[in-house]
């Protein structure tokens, strides 16, 4: 990993390029963005009146708007590019009809951004994790399945009839969010269900999205980097199987709080269901430190494999903690609070964020045939880490604290509000980080992808020079 | 795993399960639920919303309230409260009654004064025992029945939140936050139009220590004209506006605070009882229900 050059990249990897170009690329670019509005969002808490006069930033706006960026804008299409690669290479096959994939790719971005104009100028749906408009879904959607049939395609004339444990983590992944995002997008946005069934469907979207298609995504792509950094074969295929078909079981059933104005038993069932989503997180711990462990390991500084193996260790703790916090007596204080919001946190940056940064430091040079300098690479994780710690840590505490004082009642709103105010500021540090992160990984996977163009333009113009007519040479 | 086919079938099997659980089963079960009656009035419930509370409703979903502001009311069990109303003509034979019917409660009555608390029973079995025993001795008592929790306690909801308070939502936003107040009771608590305006346009000139940003561009700062605008707001201090000039809301400030004021669930249910406050003497101001 330390020389300059790759040898150039194989029919494979050249077959992926302007896809995952365009996916990568413009998912850099959005997570830039959305920390913006993460931060804008973030300084209500330090100043309300800063950002008041600006209808755009509101926190009502600016939140949504970050979400919308991180989870459409970043995390799918990255996912996606991240998906297409790992079938493409492990089915030996070139990635079928790379063209229109590209332009799949483009759309979404424009569906994105169409999303983004939507819920700053307040047309928002109001559904968590589905804010986007029901115009820009429909082009969300589109670019999707146009993007998603090459990728089966690519996955039924697969050369290697053999399947690796990531290719199902990728499978079922596309299938989850056609599913899940189609439902919602229906039954939310073009023919509204009654009442609290609205609800229903929006926490099953969202409990569906959050803790079982970003673990899906994500841990695809840990199965395939942490055997290949660490030189070792993956553990136990029987243990990643279990992972894969627990994690859709129980995460399937999780996203209602207990206390909601539902039919009791559903809030049961996503408790139970919480508390099971233990077990792939106790499977997924034995597997990484039997996979990646042991003593002949080279230490890790902040290189590829470091994002990887961080990112699973925070799927686990995200999931102990959601399992905590869903167990009726802490749903209590925890509910409505801070809490929730850094476990999920924990899960979008310190494992869903971090785990695609390792695909795409991994995938991205083979594909444009030139060497990252790890500098680079660790100069982004030593901000990427400690920021997203810095960032959901403080808002557990601050949840727990606020959460003990919203069950007092003889405690004035006002405090409760208070409590946790110092923890969401020091939070901001954090977030901070991960904003100076995110610009350092813009540069990164933009400087990949530019100097594959510069060195694509030298080609041809030194063949351009070189050419001489056959007349003048003989 | 072998085959493509068993990867999306288990996928297939276990999303399945969870969709018909969490989607089909809820819009089988409310999907159609239709307008209720209250009990014991008898009134249909919930009314729908003004033209303009409508419009506010969009205000509330566009500027994201949700994102700090929660609608459901939890609660922690219920508390069922006799009253004794009347002791008739004769007290004695009164007291005697109560004693019999349920010992605990003639402990403190003294039934010098009435309307006096009795005290607590189990549940409303033993209170309308109660209830007929000091009717026979000559007396009067009502039941009330009082759920408890914190929620309940800090005035948010008078009873916990059922199906129905939704029905009329077009977008329903429970909410999961509560970085701000709960919204649920907001038209019962906050009856104050001016009041909410204020709230709005600069949070701090009525609860000085909030940390919710103001929402100035739902506000017009202009020039007074001939005379002062009937619905400008009463701004002093540092939140005044220069001199000569005023600020007066615009449609969808007056639309939002038109559904803040429509929020209100405190009308009795079947599945959700609750003994509303007897008297509208209270309205508008927070009051503790115990």
Redesign the interface.
């Known amino acids: 990993m330390t020389a300059t050059t790759l040898p150039s990249p194989g029919p494979i990897d050249r077959s992926c390029r302007s896809p995952l170009f365009a996916l990568f690329g413009g998912a850099a670019g959005w997570l830039a963005l959305s920390s913006a509005f993460g931060l804008a969002a973030a300084m ?2 330090h100043n ?2 800063l ?5 755009v930033l ?4 600016a ?2 708007a970050w979400a919308h960026l991180f989870i459409y804008g970043f995390g799918v299409p990255t996912a996606l590019g991240a998906g297409l690669w790992l079938l493409a290479r492990l089915g030996r096959i070139k990635a079928m009809n790379p063209a229109l994939i590209t332009v799949g790719a483009k759309l979404w971005h424009v569906g994105v951004l169409v999303g983004l104009l939507g819920i700053v100028t ?7 994790w589905l804010e986007l408009p029901r115009y820009a879904a429909v082009i969300l959607f589109l670019a999707f399945m146009l993007m998603t049939v090459w990728l089966f395609m690519t ?2 004339w697969r050369a290697e009839p ?2 690796y444990p990531s ?2 983590f990728v ?2 992944a596309v ?2 969010f056609i ?2 995002f189609s ?1 919602a997008v229906f ?1 939310l946005q073009m023919h ?13 979207f969202a ?2 999205l959050l803790n079982v298609w970003l673990p899906l995504a994500g841990l695809a792509v840990t199965f395939y980097v942490l055997p290949k950094l660490s030189g070792k074969p993956l553990h136990s295929y029987y243990l990643a ?1 279990f992972i ?2 627990t994690v ?2 129980f995460g ?2 999780t ?3 207990v ?5 009791a038993w ?1 809030g049961i ?1 996503s408790s139970t269901a919480a508390a099971l989503m233990v077990v792939p997180a106790l499977a997924l711990g034995i597997l990484v430190v039997k996979t990646s462990g042991g003593g002949d390991q080279p230490p890790c500084f902040g290189g590829v494999l470091c994002f990887a193996k961080f990112g699973a260790f925070m799927l686990i703790l995200a999931t102990l903690l959601a399992a905590v916090a869903a167990c009726p007596v802490m749903a209590r204080v925890t ?4 809490f ?2 850094g476990q999920v946190l924990l899960r979008l940056y310190g494992f869903f964020a971090m785990t695609l940064f390792a695909a795409v430091y991994h995938i991205l040079p083979r594909i444009s045939g030139r060497e990252i300098s790890p500098r680079r690479v660790r100069a982004h994780f030593w901000l990427a880490m400690p920021g997203s710690l810095l960032l959901a840590l403080p808002l557990l505490a601050g949840g727990v604290r606020q959460g003990l004082r ?4 003889a405690v004035p ?2 405090e ?3 409590a ?2 110092l923890w969401v500021r020091i939070s901001t540090l954090g977030e901070t980080l991960i904003a100076l992160g995110a610009l350092v990984y813009l540069a990164n996977v933009g400087w990949l992808i530019l100097s594959h163009y510069r060195a694509l333009l030298k080609r041809e113009m030194t063949d351009a020079l070189a050419w001489q007519p056959v007349e003048v040479k003989s | 795993m072998k085959s493509g086919s068993l990867v999306f079938l288990t996928a297939f099997v276990a999303l399945a399960f969870s969709w018909t659980g969490f989607v089909l089963v809820p819009q089988l079960q409310l999907g159609r639920l239709e307008a209720a009656k209250t009990v014991p009035a008898g009134d249909a419930y919930p009314v729908a919303r003004s033209g303009q509370a409508r419009q506010g409703a969009e205000v509330y979903r566009s500027l994201g309230c949700v994102y700090c502001h929660s609608r459901q009311i939890g609660q922690q069990g219920t508390t069922v409260e006799v009253t004794l109303t009347s002791v008739g003509t004769n007290a004695a034979n009164v007291l005697s009654a109560i004693q019999k019917a349920a010992p605990h409660l003639a402990a403190t009555a003294s039934l010098a004064s009435v309307p006096q608390v009795l005290g607590q029973v189990a549940d409303t079995a033993l209170a309308d025992d109660a209830v007929t025993a000091i009717a026979e001795a000559g007396g009067e008592a009502t039941v009330a029945i009082l759920p408890d929790g914190p929620d309940i306690r800090r005035r948010w909801g008078r009873r916990r939140s059922v199906a129905q308070d939704y029905l009329y939502d077009p977008v329903v936003q429970p909410g999961i936050r509560r970085f701000g107040p709960d919204l649920t009771d907001a038209g019962a608590t906050r009856a104050s139009a001016e009041w909410q305006l204020l709230h709005l346009y600069a949070p701090k000139t009525v609860v000085p220590d909030s940390t919710m940003p103001g929402y100035p561009f739902l506000f017009v700062e202009r020039k007074i004209g001939k005379t002062p605008a009937p619905d400008a707001l009463p701004l002093s201090g540092t939140f005044a506006p220069p001199d000569g000039h005023e600020v007066v809301p615009t449609e969808e400030a007056q639309a939002l605070v038109a559904y803040l004021l429509s929020l209100r669930a405190d009308a009795p249910l079947y599945e959700s009882p609750v003994t509303p406050p007897p008297a509208p003497a209270t309205n508008g101001v927070a009051v503790a229900t115990k």
């Not at chain 1, 950002?51 to 209808?55: F, R, V």
């Not at chain 1, 307040?122 to 968590?128: A, L, N, P, T």
């Not at chain 1, 509910?335 to 801070?338: C, D, V």
């Open positions: 209500t808490f309300p009146a950002l008041a006069g600006c209808s509101t926190f009502g706006r939140y949504p307040g047309d928002s749906s109001g559904f968590e996955f039924s053999r399947l290719q199902w499978l079922a299938f989850w599913w899940i439902t039954l509204p269900v009654r009442g609290v069934v609205q609800a229903a469907v929006a926490w099953w409990g569906n199987l894969f078909v859709a079981l399937s059933w996203g209602m709080p206390q909601a104005p539902l039919p559903m069932f509910e409505f609070t801070w929730t919001e919203l069950a007092d009642a709103f006002q409760t509000a208070r946790a105010v």
